[in-house]
Antibody, heavy 120, light 109 residues
């Protein structure tokens, strides 16, 4: 079975940084685009960004709201996805989901989410 | 990129049908047949229901169906059941290689 497990969430002060990790299992990680999506408390889903596979040079795309502050990376040897978040703001408080991109540019498997709280 | 527009809420009695719309533009919903629908129960991660406008992943009941016309996609839930009470989000690939979700619809049974 496909499993995605996020880790690294918690409390961080405004202006600080945090790195989320996502461990993947049950599929060939290196063959898939991987995305990050977040959901602020009581709000809807917000797509954050995507990283492609090695054959596409691990290129990335970002939502305008996080471009320049967030960095997505991956380590195929560890079946792991990462989200480095810098210059965090209170508005970045959310549950962050690691998501596999499947056929048809859809988001077919989701992790359970990691809560990030930005507060002083 | 603005979120796709969905009605905030929809409701129906058990056994009835409910249809949720998802309106975008020619740069997203209208450009590709890459519209998906996701179901999210409270406190849970979203789950893929429909991809490529009308395809169902294995395990998703055929009570869930999708369609698209122009810049608007739709999700129909037929034969409503109590467990269908959840939030539903559409999502679409964009011409600039990004992705956008809808505003979300709360379905009450």
């Amino acid at each position: 079975d496909v499993q995605l497990v996020e880790s690294g969430g918690g409390l961080v002060q405004p202006g600080g940084s945090m790195r989320l990790s996502c461990g993947a299992s049950g599929f060939k990680f290196s063959d898939h685009y991987m995305d990050w999506v977040r959901q602020a408390p009581g709000k809807g889903l917000e797509w954050l960004g995507r990283i492609r596979m090695k054959i596409y040079s691990y290129t990335t795309e970002y939502a305008a709201s996080v471009k320049g502050r967030f960095i997505i990376s991956r380590d195929d040897s560890k079946d792991s996805l990462y989200l480095q978040m810098n210059s965090l703001e209170t508005e970045d408080t959310a549950v962050y989901y690691c998501v596999r991109a499947g056929e048809g540019a859809t988001l077919d498997y989701w992790g359970q989410g990691a809560l990030v709280t930005v507060s002083s | 990129q603005s979120a796709l527009t969905q009605p905030p809420s929809a409701s129906g009695s058990p056994g009835q049908s409910v249809t949720i719309s998802c309106t975008g533009t020619s740069s997203d919903v209208g450009h590709y047949n890459y519209v998906s629908w996701y179901q999210q129960h409270p406190g849970k991660a979203p789950k893929l229901l429909i991809f490529e406008v009308s395809k169902r992943p294995s395990g998703v009941p055929d009570r869930f169906s999708g369609s698209k016309s122009g810049n608007t996609a739709s999700l129909t839930v037929s034969g409503l059941q109590a467990e269908d009470e959840a939030d539903y989000y559409c999502g679409s690939y964009l011409v600039n290689n990004r992705y956008v979700f809808g505003t979300g619809t709360k379905v009450t049974v």
